[in-house]
């Protein structure tokens, strides 16, 4: 009776050592898997929402992957004991019970195994609709910078047509200019040369006067003496007249 007990507690401990061997490969595996989804685009909220949904399977199928390999322990225990001569009913209803076990917890974990690929696959939707929206944003800032680009192109247009409407505009204003103020001039010259003209008479006719003021006040000077003179002649004529009788009232 000690012997058997000996010999599962030598089982136990050969399979606790290989156990945690295949706990270690299958979850980094699936950590490698995870890490590879997280670096595929940047993280949106589907995406995240989904890789969210990975490391819950992963971790559930884990789970249950511990409880599977339990449950196959116990079923090699059962049927190492049921292999010995004459073994007992308690020994085949352990070993009936421990194969119900193994069936039981590997039927659990055919629908974790279901929803690790059902969020597999919505993380693949999620991530070629991040990568869609990406690419509309990218569209959206090419045109947004291609609209600026033309606006201050246009800016820069606007300034050089105003530049050379001004140029074009001071010049044809210029030659305007310059043709009225030379019209303007002729004018006013005209009217300066008439006028100077007038004045060149006026000062002629005023200086020429001037030279023969001599002979004018000579004849004045003569007639000035006859004058003087006839009182002279006339005098006696009105004395003699006045010999006579003073004529009556």
């Known amino acids: 009776m000690g012997r058997p007990k000996k010999n599962p507690a030598a089982a136990k401990k050969v399979v606790a050592k290989k156990a945690p061997a295949k706990r270690a490969t299958k979850p980094a595996a699936k950590k490698t898997i995870a890490k590879k989804a997280t670096n595929v685009v940047a993280v949106a909220p589907a995406v995240a929402k989904a890789q969210t949904a990975i490391e819950k399977a992963t971790k559930a199928i884990a789970a249950q992957q511990v409880k599977i390999d339990a449950a196959i322990k116990k079923q090699a225990v059962a049927k190492a004991k049921a292999t010995k001569p004459k073994p007992t009913a308690a020994i085949k209803?352990?070993?009936?019970?421990?194969?119900?076990?193994?069936?039981?917890?590997?039927?659990?974990?055919?629908?974790?195994?279901?929803q690790l690929r059902e969020a597999k696959v919505a993380l693949k939707v999620?991530?070629?609709?991040?990568?869609?929206?990406e690419v509309e944003a990218k569209a959206k800032a090419v045109i947004a910078d291609f609209e600026a680009s033309l606006n201050v192109k246009s800016e820069a247009d606007l300034k050089k047509a105003l530049a050379d409407f001004e140029q074009s505009w001071t010049k044809s204003r210029e030659r305007q200019?310059?043709?009225?103020?030379?019209?303007?001039?002729?004018?006013?010259?005209?009217?300066a040369k008439a006028a100077a003209?007038?004045?060149?008479?006026?000062a002629k006719a005023l200086v020429a006067p001037a030279k023969k003021k001599p002979a004018v006040k000579a004849k004045s000077a003569a007639k000035t003496a006859v004058v003087k003179k006839a009182p002279v002649k006339k005098a006696p004529v009105a004395k003699k007249a006045g010999r006579g009788r003073p004529a009556k009232k």
């Open 126 to 133: 999620a991530e070629m609709d991040a990568k869609a929206a």
């Open 197 to 202: 003209k007038k004045l060149a008479a006026k």
């Open 93 to 114: 209803r352990a070993v009936v019970t421990a194969n119900a076990k193994v069936r039981s917890e590997k039927e659990k974990l055919a629908p974790l195994k279901a």
């Open 177 to 191: 200019i310059a043709a009225k103020v030379k019209a303007r001039t002729a004018k006013e010259a005209k009217k």
